[in-house]
C-alpha cells in the first residue's frame, strides 16, 4: 500500500488497466501527455515535474511500459538512462514494465 504522499504519474496512452488497478488500490494519478505532438515519447521532466524544488513530504512514482502499448515506443539507451536517473533523486521512484532495454 503505498502512503497519501505519493503522486502517481503515467502517460495518457497507458493501459487502462493500470489506472484502473491504481484506482482500485485507493490511489489517483496524474497523467503525463503522450500524443502526436511529442511522438508519443513525452520529455523524461514531465513525469518529474515541479519536484527539482520537492517539498520533503511529496513524493512521485512514475509508471512506465516500455516498449509502451499501444504505440511501440520504446525509451533507451541514454533517453531511459536520464529516465532511471530521474527517478532516483529526490523523493521519486519508478515501476518500469517491460523493461527489456536494461537487458541489451
Known amino acids: 500500500m503505498m502512503n497519501d504522499d505519493v503522486e502517481i504519474r503515467m502517460g495518457s496512452t497507458e493501459y487502462a488497466a493500470v489506472g484502473d488497478l491504481i ?6 494519478f496524474k497523467l503525463v501527455e ?13 513525469f518529474f515535474e515541479d519536484f527539482e524544488n520537492h517539498n ?9 511500459s516500455n516498449p ?13 538512462r536520464d529516465f532511471v536517473e530521474k527517478s532516483s533523486n529526490f523523493n521519486c ?12
Not at 484506482?23 to 489517483?28: A, E, Q, V
Not at 509502451?68 to 525509451?75: A, L, R, V, Y
Open 34 to 46: 503522450t500524443s502526436k505532438r511529442n511522438k508519443f515519447d513525452p520529455e523524461n521532466s514531465k
Open 68 to 80: 509502451h502499448n499501444p504505440t511501440g515506443i520504446t525509451k533507451k539507451g541514454s533517453n531511459l
Open 23 to 28: 484506482k482500485g488500490c485507493g490511489k489517483s
Open 93 to 104: 521512484g519508478a515501476l518500469i514494465d517491460e523493461a527489456y532495454e536494461l537487458f541489451h
Open 56 to 64: 520533503d513530504n511529496q513524493k512521485v512514482f512514475a509508471y512506465l
